[in-house]
């Protein structure tokens, strides 16, 4: 097998590895990732912008909703449920913990700790991007090098 | 993650309906599920990726699905007459919520499985819903083994 497309599925693997390991994401991700197959070849890559490209919009609307003179805890809510349900189905643990937090304060009408969970929401989102992004380009190469994507280990 | 967390036990029987043919996607993946017993699922939930996977991992277990976006397409898809061996309704969803939507298909009388998801840990909420006519409660994200466990529902 070509040399440079093991590196990179060695590389692709270890990095996978790496987000569950440093907390990032956890054991729901290796379900996520190992979903993909021969009649889904791009599950993974579509679950993944769909999830990236969904959560600014709702990470936005809480700002939105956050500033209003009366602040709708209800509405609040609904949109935190919808973060953690979607971070919860590719697993990412990272932003659950932090919209659980962020329940707490929203239960207790707390607009100052709303704020605070807001941000490490948001944080926490940003470095799943950056994260999921940076495994999305490696999944490209590999493909790009007519390689097949590694699926997690024990799965 | 939980697994199913307040299974209430089936009263009356758990019979498959003979109802109507139903609006099914078509199924993708492997089946672990003999040719003969495809049972179908309707997944009630308004989040793209929430859809997505649910769908995926039913699919790979050998269900048909469906998919609609809040309680009242729920309601609605059933008063057109469709039937399904099993839901998987969101508590948390916009125009009807789950709650709403699993008491008013109870009361349409609906006898087929329904399981509630959500990512809620309040008892006072997992209680609610149970009350509405849940057959279950579910802790997201849905997985393979939480499957295995309505399966055996459905096979009794």
Redesign the interface.
Known sequence: MNSRVVEMQNKYAEYAISLIAQGIMDD?FN??QN?Q?N??PN?LS??LS??LG?MPKLIHSLALDLQQQYVDFVKL??TI??I???S????AICV?NACNAF?ACCKEQDIEGCFKCWEQTSNAFALVKLKLEALLILEQQIRAAGGIVPKPVGY | ?AAAVGVKGLSGGNKREEEKESDMSNM???SSMSDAKKFTALVV??????Q???Q??LH?KGFETKVVENGQEAVNIFSEGNSFDVVFM???L?IMDGIQATKELRAMGVKCLIFGM???ESKFDIQAFLEAGLDGCIL?????VKIDSALKCLEK
């Open positions: 729901q379900r996520v979903m197959d009649s889904n599950f579509e679950i769909s999830y969904d809510d609904k449920h919808n953690k349900g979607s919860s189905s590719i697993g659950l329940v | 993650m993708v993946g492997d939930d308004n989040n793209i990726v929430v997505n996977v649910e995926m991992l790979k969101e508590m948390k916009p959500t990512t809620s997201k994200p849905l997985d393979f």
